[in-house]
């Protein structure tokens, strides 16, 4: 790595690092928040509560590991050169992809109670919330697939190769087939009745990114590149 690269790649690193520190913060502010709102209350205002707490822990955690990995004492980093770097990167963005789609199904199983509230016409804010929170997760996955997303554009030179591009196609594919399946079955349920149909939606759109994410995932593995 030359030292132009070298003190770029440096800067790029303190700068992920302040982030990271600022979103573990604002987590934490978010989560003593929703404690704090969640005394005593029932009903919506308990759930919004529960939710912004829960939002703010994950954001505490994955911010808390992610400065960790990018601490200005850490300069193991620019000892990585050339394919160790490239294993590196391409192993991180495989377990992404493993990783995101069963968050994105976890919220999906929440969003469950939430498509009853709305089909009785019952919904509320945070009933819409809940449905929307999957939707947001399958497109984030397909995102990350296509390399699109802002870490794959900042390492576009070393996530990018043959091996990629293969096993981007097979994945992209995977999802079509089951968007286009999913697609066609809310078709039916919608001609059936249509505010069934409308809110099969979002768990069509989720399956359809999850599996993008597992499926390359998966291809990954099996390319004997996941060196862990």
Same mark, same amino acid.
């Given at each position: 790595?030359?030292?132009?690269?070298?003190?770029?790649?440096?800067?790029?690193?303190?700068?992920?690092?302040?982030?990271?520190?600022?979103?573990?913060?604002?987590? +934490?502010?978010? $989560? %003593?928040?929703?404690?704090?709102? *969640?005394? @005593? /209350? &029932?009903? #919506?205002?308990?759930? =919004? !509560?529960?939710?912004?707490?829960?939002?703010?822990?994950?954001?505490?955690?994955?911010?808390?590991?992610?400065?960790?990995?990018?601490?200005?004492?850490?300069?193991?980093?620019?000892?990585?050169?050339?394919?160790?770097?490239?294993?590196?990167?391409?192993?991180?963005?495989?377990?992404?992809?493993?990783?995101?789609?069963?968050?994105?199904?976890?919220?999906?199983?929440? +969003?469950?109670? $939430? %498509?009853?509230?709305?089909?009785? *016409?019952? @919904? /509320? &804010?945070? #009933?819409?919330?809940? =449905? !929307?929170?999957?939707?947001?997760?399958?497109?984030?996955?397909?995102?990350?697939?296509?390399?699109?997303?802002?870490?794959?554009?900042?390492?576009?030179?070393?996530?990018?190769?043959?091996?990629?591009?293969?096993?981007?196609?097979?994945?992209?594919?995977?999802?079509?087939?089951?968007?286009?399946?999913?697609?066609?079955?809310?078709?039916?349920?919608?001609?059936?009745? +249509?505010?069934?149909?409308?809110?099969?939606?979002?768990?069509?759109?989720?399956?359809?990114?999850?599996?993008?994410?597992?499926?390359?995932?998966?291809?990954?593995?099996?390319?004997?590149?996941?060196?862990?």
């Amino acid at each position: 790595m030359h030292d132009d690269e070298m003190r770029q790649a440096e800067r790029a690193r303190h700068a992920k690092f302040r982030w990271m520190l600022a979103l573990s913060g604002l987590g +934490a502010t978010a $989560a %003593g928040a929703g404690f704090a709102l *969640g005394q @005593g /209350r &029932t009903g #919506d205002d308990a759930t =919004l !509560a529960g939710v912004l707490a829960g939002v703010g822990v994950a954001f505490v955690i994955g911010g808390a590991i992610l400065a960790w990995k990018t601490r200005p004492g850490d300069t193991r980093w620019k000892a990585e050169q050339g394919q160790g770097r490239r294993d590196r990167l391409q192993g991180q963005r495989a377990r992404q992809l493993a990783i995101i789609p069963a968050l994105s199904l976890i919220f999906l199983a929440q +969003a469950i109670g $939430a %498509g009853e509230a709305v089909l009785n *016409g019952e @919904g /509320r &804010t945070i #009933d819409y919330l809940r =449905l !929307a929170i999957p939707v947001l997760y399958a497109w984030l996955t397909p995102l990350i697939v296509m390399g699109w997303d802002g870490g794959s554009r900042q390492n576009r030179k070393w996530l990018e190769d043959e091996l990629t591009q293969a096993l981007r196609v097979r994945a992209i594919v995977a999802a079509f087939f089951v968007l286009m399946a999913g697609g066609t079955l809310a078709l039916g349920l919608g001609l059936w009745r +249509a505010e069934v149909g409308v809110v099969a939606l979002p768990f069509v759109l989720a399956v359809a990114g999850s599996t993008a994410g597992i499926r390359f995932a998966w291809l990954y593995r099996e390319a004997g590149r996941d060196d862990g």
